[in-house]
């Protein structure tokens, strides 16, 4: 079984995140087991977009000051690499950089920021097919990486944290193809765990000090949960994850779908006590009421899924939900998004891209009925 290091931390006060993600590192033998003098280290934050660190969608930069510092003291040098979604040219990336307050951060402790797009195929065996996947050349260049995920609800997979980071490893719009050849959620959630198993993260770090419930990943509410969380196994992180925030493993897809892959979930605990740190009522939108069958669950939601929906008031015309989805389902009327039902596979890449949280997952009535307002 993994080790899975938990510590609590209640707030971003730059020192105090350092001192708890080094207690983390610590828990897991230290951070010089894994880095070691003169390599280069690889930490991939979730900047989904360019959002303020005080929205909570993202990766705060304490977490990456930590994590940056910490690889420095044993002789390492570290790169932030990361893809949000959208576009990737250098200049929207360096936008994102500075809105999620990755810039400041990375001139405050000297930790660089790649700016180097270009792309590299890997070949790689999983537990189901080989196959190739193109992935940031910068992440496999480094000797090592540093998954350094946010704890989060998401509106297509349920809950986004270690495994659904590294999504951020395909670069910009390719991202797209993915969710159209996938548009099944089981079938996108084994793509995911493939391009987790391509980069394959040495260390995963969770900021969960407050993470984000409801309308996640991206227009959700901010919500303290008060951890920071390391392992060395991503799977086992996202599980106990799970056990934290309540959310029924077998209703998330991503880990559902990994136990069915034979992919160990399970965990050993470090540091502070399950029970201790449980968050009872974090909002899980997508998730049904216990004692419902797993069949009766799939059989109601899998032609019941949940729809995008415009908030007009809040909507300013951007396009960018437009431009952004890979079904090319949305036409601009009157300065508004429309979409096309039929056509839409329910990624929710608008939701996740509107700079205005103007777009809501709307739950089918079924839904609300069986989940029972949650
Ligand atoms: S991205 Fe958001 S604000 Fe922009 S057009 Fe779409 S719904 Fe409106
Ligand atoms: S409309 Fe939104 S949810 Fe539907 S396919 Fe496009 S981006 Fe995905």
Known sequence: MSKVAIVK???YQDDKVYKTVKECFDLLGGLNKFVKKGMKVA?????????????????????????????IECGGTPLVVESPGGPYFVTYLKATYKACGMTAMSKKYNIPLNTDLSTIPKIIKTERNTRKITVLKPLLDCDLIINASKMKTHAMMIFTGAIKNMFGAIAGTEKATYHINASDY????????????TVVPTLNVMDGIIGMEGEGPA???????????????????????????????????????????????????????LDEVIINDFNIPYQLKKGLTKNLFWKITSNSKSKPVVIKDKCVGCEICKNNCPAECIVMVDKKPVFDYDACIRCFCCQELCPKSAIIAKKPFIHKLLSGGR
């Open 219 to 273: 227009a959700g509410n901010p919500k303290q949960v008060g951890v920071i969380l390391a392992s060395t196994n991503g799977f086992s992180l996202d599980s106990v994850a799970h056990d934290i925030l309540l959310i029924d493993k077998e209703q998330s897809y991503i880990l559902k779908n990994a136990k069915l892959r034979g992919i160990s979930i399970d965990y050993d605990l470090i540091g502070s006590k």
């Open 186 to 197: 089981d079938k996108f959630a084994n793509e995911l765990i493939d391009i987790f198993q």
């Open 9 to 11: 931390c209640n707030d």
């Open 43 to 71: 930490i991939k934050p979730n900047l989904l977009m360019a959002k303020s660190p005080d929205g909570h969608a993202t990766t705060h930069p304490s977490i990456i000051a930590a994590i940056g510092r910490l690889i």
